[in-house]
T-cell receptor
Framework: GAGVSQSPSNKVTEKGKDVELRCDPI?????LYWYRQSLGQGLEFLIY????????KSGLPSDRFSAERTGGSVSTLTIQRTQQEDSAVYLC??????????????FGQGTRLTVV | QKEVEQNSGPLSVPEGAIASLNCTYS??????FFWYRQYSGKSPELIMF????GDKEDGRFTAQLNKASQYVSLLIRDSQPSDSATYLC??????????FGKGTTLSVSS
């Protein structure tokens, strides 16, 4: 596709269940970011993938959160044993990387996660 | 801990006025600076990026960067009601994550 694609758009899950959120970046973009945005709040950085380098996981809020990126393309964010405070919009973005610089990041439409 | 600070606002300006949005950052190694606009319920979209000290103009928008002062700003000339949104400043150092400020809410009244 032409843009960053995220699925599902909306997810309602019961507390304690595991969820998987998917991000399909723009073709050729080597950098991929996951952010979380709670209602009325800013973008909280979660994890950053850049090519074949080890991902920057410094933003993951707990060990219940993990993410992987297969084949340098599609990424999956997994939240285990979901809690109500995990309810938020999860945004994925991707960008090109050339020289030592990243170009601008393009965002997907987000996944709205609601934990009941 | 890298930090990007923005005044949360709201910043209210009348239609046709200049809106000035400011951002400071903590990491002196930062190399790339971005301004995004986010409408309520939508994803952020890029307005401008700037890499070098000085001003960069694009239509009604001007980004200003002062690396010595660790300061980046966005000016919106001839503000329109459609400019009402949250403006997010983002900062990046090579090889590291793109870090966002919490955003400034702009309201343009007609």
């Amino acid at each position: 596709g032409a843009g960053v694609s995220q699925s599902p758009s909306n997810k309602v899950t019961e507390k304690g269940k595991d969820v998987e959120l998917r991000c399909d970046p723009i073709s050729g973009h080597t950098a991929l970011y996951w952010y979380r945005q709670s209602l009325g709040q800013g973008l909280e950085f979660l994890i950053y993938f850049q090519g074949n380098s080890a991902p920057d996981k410094s933003g993951l809020p707990s060990d219940r959160f993990s993410a992987e990126r297969t084949g340098g393309s599609v990424s999956t964010l997994t939240i285990q044993r979901t809690q109500q405070e995990d309810s938020a919009v999860y945004l994925c973005a991707s960008s090109l990387f050339w020289g030592e610089m990243n170009t601008e990041a393009f965002f997907g439409q987000g996944t709205r996660l609601t934990v009941v | 801990q890298k930090e990007v600070e923005q005044n949360s606002g709201p910043l209210s300006v009348p239609e046709g006025a200049i809106a000035s949005l400011n951002c400071t950052y903590s990491d002196r190694g930062s190399q790339s600076f971005f301004w995004y606009r986010q409408y309520s319920g939508k994803s952020p979209e890029l307005i401008m990026f700037i890499y070098s000290n000085g001003d960069k103009e694009d239509g009604r928008f001007t980004a200003q960067l002062n690396k010595a002062s660790q300061y980046v700003s966005l000016l919106i000339r001839d503000s329109q009601p459609s400019d009402s949104a949250t403006y997010l400043c983002a900062v990046k150092e090579a090889g590291t994550a793109l870090i966002f400020g919490k955003g400034t809410t702009l309201s343009v009244s007609s």
